[in-house]
């Protein structure tokens, strides 16, 4: 059976409803980030602040190739992952890639209270929300599935994917 990649923007939710898809599917959970925190021993905030963004993509990378020698996974990935053709390469080779999608202002939402994402650390996030998501609306929507998550819970969003799933020929859950 083929992976299950989870790819969106920071706050659509994609850790939460991997867990969920986890659960409903008995298969393992794996989040890129944090095997990336695991590997470095520092947070994805301390890499950013320490070494720069590069060095963060370049890890990304790596990682997104190891995990997706596996089989049978739950994949999460960072919001960023899809803006490198070599990642959605991997990634599509060994899985279905699933796109979740929210708006701007459910994303301010749904990520303020935390520090941890340094890309959304200025002065006007909203604005740099509609600003990425704008450079990466076009990534994001090469993936295989499309899911909106306004309003859903993260099992509603997963159940709705193994239900896509079951409808695309690729997939046999
Ligand atoms: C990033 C998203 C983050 C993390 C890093 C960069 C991005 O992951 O990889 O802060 O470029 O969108 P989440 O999407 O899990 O927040």
Known sequence: MKNIVLTGFMGTGKTEVGRELAKITGLKFVDIDSEIEKAEAMTVAEIFRRFGEQRFRAAETEMIERI???????????????????????LKKTGIVVCLTATPETILRRTSGTNERPLLQVENPLDKIRELLMLRMHFYALSDIVIDTEEKTPLRVAEEIVDKIRHLDAGEI
Do not use: E, K, P, Y
């Open 68 to 90: 997706s020698r596996q089989q049978n996974v739950i994949i999460s990935t960072g919001g960023g992952a899809v803006m490198r053709q070599r990642n959605m390469d991997v």
